[in-house]
């Protein structure tokens, strides 16, 4: 494959000359091997619940129409959605549950590694979720918003879960009710909307979704619905607001991007996964005297911590650390031989990196007790012990600098600047405090509408082509870009988080940007800061006295490729934000199921999802979906 076909990116470029030179394995490489991919899997028509299957399910109305329980097309691509949910929703909602133990643990005094980083946060979140007390200490504060967090997670009782209760628009929850009344009075049905426990919304989807239970797509799906609820404004949103307290939250601030941010004469580690509590470690440690003697007395300059991924998305937002890229650098980092160290946490880490460290000094380096990989390193992170255990990850790293070889250092110059940290707080201080400036501009058009995009890099698309081609179609129609995960890393990457990128931004676009003194594309943070942009959204809501899906709003997941996209992308459409995808979901071998998705979905919630693979078509229906909702709201 050529080497633009593979990455638009020109440090993966010239690392791809490496790659191939050496014969290095990598994804790409291993994407060709798996060709041609199962299409009853592309169309998720196989099922593989019970013992008597795995059944197949004809894509073209032949036979054989039902697996051997008789479960049809419809119940088995609904099924297979649905646990996708689940998994993804649990992935990031056991995130959430970590720092909210961590905060309990701080609160009591049990933990002093970590401490509270934000107290106005720490209040505004109390007030929010209604357990604040102006008598109290920082700490009972502390220990009030983590009991509630946790209490999310294990209520055992009907009723909408706390945080998701505080945090909701006022008129989705309005609406998420009446539904509810709906399926009851007129369907006869019990089908929940608001979710009422983290874990139990998960479980009770691992519980239908067994052999010989729930065969209805409709039911099947609004679990999914719920699901993913108690996602987005439960675990996520959890995750990101603990996070917030306990490492800051994040202000406006200005890094850099791509793998050009690995330096020769310094001990590299690059930090990748998801969760900030080690990472953050690691970073405060190493600028530490000691860890720079250290690595002196090794023959380096320093330590030099760069981001991958979502844990590198974290330390960006909060302490200004630079990131060396997205999903698919995580191989290409280790192939500029000047990474002493990968060291990961969970989610999206390629097992590859085991053997492709071998071939280079690099120490790939597990630390969670929920993500181990044969071949790897592991140091077990515990808590309670961060600041040891972090010094220890970082003296592993620095002892392998000397085997460093220099033949095999091939690091691209390629770096972009960027302006991250646009947490909602940050949004709001630009604009003087209020929503009210952003509400202006788009009533007056300046800002037509918003797009939200998020999500990963996929090997089967050009690694971040349509990220960068749709962002710049956006941007050419006075529309706001913001987002989260790999798609950020990339906007980043290219250059497009700084203020240069207003010369190919529209006028009306540029002259509010120049203004409020923003890029037009605002990076809002990792995966579960998601629930940034729902609540950012909650707010123009709540202050204009609408309902989200009557918002000029439109989420995208352009080169999505894990389960948690799915479970973002219905708590977007669930939130009442139309979502794009691309590529495809596995859901096209039913006609019921696709068109409930992407059609009927739209009458009980407002939004639904569409498929595009052309980005500037895709940009095409977004602009059109923001000037209807423009009209219907009376503007121009
Ligand atoms: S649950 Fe039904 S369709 Fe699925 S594998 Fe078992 S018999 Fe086949
Ligand atoms: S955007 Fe996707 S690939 Fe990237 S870190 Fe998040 S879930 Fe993983």
Redesign the pocket.
């Known amino acids: 494959m050529k080497n633009d076909k593979r990455s638009v990116d020109p440090a993966a470029q010239q690392v791809f000359n490496v790659m191939d030179s050496q014969g290095y394995d990598n994804a790409w490489s291993r994407l060709e091997k798996q060709k041609p991919q199962c299409g009853y899997g592309e169309l998720g028509v196989c099922?593989?619940?019970?013992v008597?299957?795995?059944?197949r399910i004809d894509p073209f109305g032949g036979e054989p129409s039902r697996?051997?329980?008789g479960?049809d097309a419809d119940t088995?691509v609904a099924r297979n959605v649905l646990r996708m949910i689940a998994v993804g929703a649990s992935a990031h909602s056991d995130h959430g549950r970590r720092p909210a133990i961590l905060l309990r643990e701080v609160a009591e005094g049990k933990n002093t590694d970590y401490k509270i980083t934000d107290a106005e946060k720490l209040k505004g979140v109390a007030q929010k979720i209604g357990v604040y007390d102006s008598g109290d200490s920082i700490l009972e504060m502390a220990g009030k918003v983590a009991e509630v967090a946790l209490d999310c997670f294990s209520r055992q009782k009907e009723g909408c879960i706390p945080f998701a209760d505080a945090y909701l628009p006022k008129k989705r929850q309005e609406r998420f009710e009446k539904l509810e009344k709906m399926f009851t009075d007129e369907m006869g049905m019990t089908i929940g909307v608001l979710p009422r426990n983290i874990d139990r919304e998960a479980v009770d989807i691992l519980q239908r979704t067994h052999?010989g239970t729930d065969h209805d797509p409709l039911s099947l799906l609004m679990q999914g619905v719920r699901c993913s609820l108690s996602d987005g404004w439960g675990g996520s949103l959890i995750a990101t607001e603990l996070q917030d307290i306990l490492f800051g939250t994040p202000t406006v601030k200005s890094v850099q991007a791509n793998l050009g941010v690995i330096d020769e004469d310094y001990v590299n580690i690059v930090v990748s996964g998801h969760e900030p509590i080690l990472s953050a470690k690691i970073v405060e440690i190493a600028m530490s005297k000691a860890m720079k003697e250290y690595a002196v007395s090794k023959g380096a300059k320093g330590v030099n911590v760069v981001g991958m991924c979502c844990t590198g998305n974290e330390i960006l937002m909060r302490q200004g650390v630079s990131i060396a890229g997205n999903e698919l650098h995580q191989e290409l980092a280790v192939m500029t031989g000047a990474v002493e160290a990968v060291v990961v946490d969970v989610q999206c880490i390629f097992p590859s990196l085991a053997d492709l460290s071998k071939c280079f000094h690099t120490q790939f380096i597990s630390t969670s007790d929920q993500a181990k990989f044969p071949g790897a390193k592991h140091i077990q992170f515990v808590e309670e012990n961060a600041d040891r255990i972090a010094e220890d990850v970082i003296r592993s790293a620095v002892d392998v600098f000397p085997q460093r070889n220099k033949q095999k250092v091939h690091i691209p110059k390629t770096k972009s600047n960027a302006i991250v940290g646009f947490s909602v707080e940050e949004i709001l201080k630009a604009l003087g405090g209020t929503p009210q400036p952003l509400i202006d501009a788009i009533a007056g058009g300046s800002i037509k509408g918003v797009v939200g995009v998020v999500g990963c890099n996929n090997v089967k698309i050009t690694q971040d082509s349509y990220h960068l081609s749709l962002t710049s179609e956006l941007l050419k129609r006075d529309i706001l870009v913001i987002g989260t995960g790999c798609w950020a890393i990339a906007a980043a990457k290219a250059g497009f988080m700084n203020m240069d990128i207003l010369s190919e931004t529209s006028p009306n676009l540029r002259g509010v940007c120049e203004s409020l003194g923003i890029p037009p594309v605002l990076h809002m943070g990792s995966c579960v800061d998601c629930s940034r942009m729902l609540v950012l959204a909650g707010a123009l809501a709540d202050t204009l006295g609408v309902d989200v899906d009557q918002l000029p709003l439109v989420g995208s997941a352009p080169e999505w490729t894990t389960e948690k996209a799915v479970s973002i992308g219905t708590y977007f459409v669930a939130s009442g934000i139309p979502v794009h995808l691309w590529p495809a979901p596995p859901v096209l071998g039913s006609a019921t199921v696709t068109k409930m998705l992407t059609d009927d979905i739209n009458g009980l919630l407002g939004a639904a999802f569409f498929v595009e693979g052309d980005p500037v078509a895709a940009a095409d229906k977004m602009e059109e979906m923001i000037i209807e909702k423009r009209k219907a709201l009376g503007l121009s």
């Not at 099922?47 to 019970?50: F, H, P, Y």
């Open positions: 099922c593989k619940i019970c008597m299957g795995p059944c697996g051997v329980c479960a088995i052999f």
